[in-house]
């Protein structure tokens, strides 16, 4: 039966391969996308279904910085070499020229998503590219989760090893940890947001300077939050309507119309709040 499976994911490889051919242009040669469920089993696809088959046959499918279960992992990014379990990674190296390569981490209410982003070993030049355009890769993951979201939902799924296996538990947990320095939520950055307390917020939005005061960015945080107008304003001791002034400042500062606008702008922006 896993073998069928196997094959399935091997069969997607023409498919993913032509969704995914818009990233060629900017040199980005490999694309793999895997979920993780709540119920420990497991979705993946590949622009490289040989690479799929090189995986699953040598059980390397679930011993990787990026396999263990769904709720260890945040919103995050992953430049992999910088993580400390590479092994997955080294044999991508060695078996296809995959190589420079980053990771996007997005959890969702039935585990967790995970879109690998790869080139030739000899491109170190793509990781700028990465840094400096984490908006295109967001749009191609909406990109990519329109044409399969039908075929995800109805891909059939492997098992991973169940969390009660203690020896494995701990093996994965030693590589994924390493991976909360890129999550928001992290001690040490939230010590480094509270050293770095300023009485006014500069953005440059369009190539514009635009200077935010504390209670604006506190309001747009908790929008980003997807909190309501009345949620922010319990939590900041005001009222609904200064809020709503507040957010308003803002979206003509920055040049937006919608609420929607202003968050859309403020994650495309990539800044932390």
């Given at each position: 039966m896993e073998q069928l499976i196997i094959d399935f994911f091997i069969s997607m490889?023409?498919?993913?391969?032509?969704?995914?051919?818009?990233?060629?242009?900017?040199?980005?040669?490999?694309?793999?996308?895997?979920?993780?469920?709540?119920d420990y089993s497991q979705v993946n696809f590949s622009t490289h279904g040989n690479w799929l088959q090189y995986l699953f046959t040598?059980?390397?499918?679930?011993?990787g910085s990026f396999d263990g279960f769904p709720?260890?992992?945040?919103?995050?990014?992953?430049?992999?070499?910088?993580?400390?379990?590479?092994?997955?990674?080294?044999?991508?190296?060695?078996?296809?020229?995959?190589?420079?390569g980053i990771t996007i981490t997005r959890p969702t209410e039935d585990g967790c998503e995970f879109f690998h982003f790869g080139s030739d070993i000899q491109n170190e030049t793509i990781l700028?590219?990465?840094?400096?355009?984490?908006?295109?890769?967001?749009?191609?993951i909406s990109y990519f989760k329109e044409k399969t979201l039908t075929i995800i939902n109805q891909a059939p799924?492997?098992?991973?090893?169940?969390?009660t296996d203690s020896t494995l538990l701990n093996q994965i947990q030693a590589r994924i940890l390493p991976l909360d320095i890129y999550n928001s939520k992290n001690s040490s950055i939230e010590e480094f947001i509270q050293n770095t307390?300023?009485?006014?917020?500069?953005?440059?939005?369009?190539?514009?300077?635009?200077?935010?005061?504390?209670?604006?960015?506190?309001?747009?945080?908790?929008?980003?939050?997807?909190?309501?107008?009345?949620?922010?304003?319990?939590?900041?001791?005001?009222?609904?309507?200064?809020?709503?002034?507040?957010?308003?400042?803002?979206?003509?500062?920055?040049?937006?119309?919608?609420?929607?606008?202003?968050?859309?702008?403020?994650?495309?922006?990539?800044?932390?709040?």
């Open positions: 490889e023409r498919e993913t391969r032509l969704i995914c051919s818009p990233l060629k242009q900017f040199g980005i040669t490999f694309f793999a996308f895997a979920k993780t469920y709540k040598n059980n390397l499918h679930y011993l709720e260890w992992y945040r919103s995050g990014y992953a430049i992999w070499s910088s993580l400390i379990e590479r092994t997955i990674f080294e044999e991508g190296y060695n078996f296809g020229n995959i190589g420079n700028n590219f990465y840094f400096n355009n984490l908006d295109l890769l967001n749009r191609f799924r492997f098992q991973i090893p169940a969390a307390a300023m009485k006014h917020y500069y953005l440059t939005v369009d190539n514009r300077d635009i200077r935010l005061s504390k209670r604006e960015v506190d309001c747009l945080r908790l929008l980003t939050l997807d909190d309501t107008a009345e949620a922010n304003a319990d939590q900041l001791f005001i009222s609904r309507r200064t809020v709503e002034k507040h957010i308003n400042n803002i979206k003509y500062k920055i040049g937006c119309h919608t609420k929607h606008g202003l968050i859309s702008k403020i994650l495309e922006k990539n800044i932390l709040l």
